[in-house]
């Protein structure tokens, strides 16, 4: 439990300031609500006040005795803004400090996180662009908008994140510290696969496997908060597409090998969190298999399918990084480590994220913690953690291994 202030400036996404105050409390943090004026235009102080359970001001002038300016600041372990205005993330650059959140962002030590919300005008402005290159530069994270519907009519660039995705990625700097959201995937192109494929058997009947995409969605959330633009190659997944990705839905392993054949080319980073079956029935009925009936099967002949990290090992463009995954369970012939040190020599790829599974870990559970080989040698531990956090450690051990952008 952390002591987190929900700074909330005057856009209409302001209404989803509150679902986002929702997300906080219910993972069990204390909730300090600071709106501008403008904000208290769009939500009322006692939605804030009954949904955190702590006294709302948006001015210098209540609770002066408190010396609220300066404690509110002093006291919190995260500040998140959210949504951040195009004249919050001015006045913030500029160190003014004319209300009760501007004051608290000057006295606040602690990581601060931005999460911008406008018009896409707004946001692409050269003035707003510096006041975010100035608040970056001093270490805030400002998260890049959404692109989608905004207000009225327009759409692009602006959106405010889900608070479902804003929620996970501050969780992440609650326990790594903001530089695990640096922006230092900008330009970068990363095609991520997650899921876990879906082999028919017939019309209504698959093969499939646990894998729930979660690490794989982690994994896309968070290199888009750092960055990146991101695709994420999701089998049998139909979970809402995290800010910034692009989701291209895919339902076997030749439908993913295509996906990811087709989006790798140009990408720096290629991900293969999918569980990617390796056999599928040699044959798909074309009716729904009945029992009684003449088409009642007694055993289920499989084929293998193709190896698609291999393949993109194969066909890698010059400089692109390959990351595998491996689930394993120590056994006579060697322990985890040493099983995967030999695949990720086989699959020939740069990083392989091992997940030991000996105690039915992982699938479907909302915590992992992964050992990440690399082919130099390398073995990074990533202890455990939430999936984002997990996802923010995997993209530590990677992005300091990409080769310089061309044009830098
Ligand atoms: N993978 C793949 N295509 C397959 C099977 C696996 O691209 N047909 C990828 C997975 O996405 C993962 C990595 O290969 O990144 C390792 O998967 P795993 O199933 O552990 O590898 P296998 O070669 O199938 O090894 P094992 O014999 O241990 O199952």
Redo the contacts with the bound molecule.
Sequence with gaps: MSRIVLGVSGGVAAYKAAHLLRAFTEAGHDVRVVPTAGALHFVGAATFEALSGNPVTADVWSDVPEVAHVRIGQNAELVVVAPATADLLARAAAGRADDLLTATLLTASCPVIFVPAMHTEMWLHPATQDNVATLRRRGAVVLPPAVGRLTGPDSGPGRLPEPADIAALASVVLTQGPAALGHDLAGRRVVV?AGGTREPLDPVRYLGNRSSGRQGWALARVAAARGAEVVLVAAGVDAPAPFGVRVVPVGT?EELRTAMLAEAPDADVVV???????FRPATEAATKLKKGSSTEPTSVALVR????????VRKRAPGQLIV?????TGDADGDVLA?ARA?LA??G?DL?VVNDVSAGQVFGRSDNAVVVLGADGTATEVPLGGKDAVAAGIWAAVTPRLAAPPNG
């Excluded at 293969?272 to 390796?278: F, G, H, P, R, T």
């Excluded at 595998?324 to 394993?328: L, M, R, V, W």
């Design positions: 696969s392993a293969m969190s999918a569980a990617v079956a390796d399918n193709p190896d698609v990290l291999e393949e993109l595998g995954f491996a689930a394993e099983h695949k086989r699959k790829c392989l």
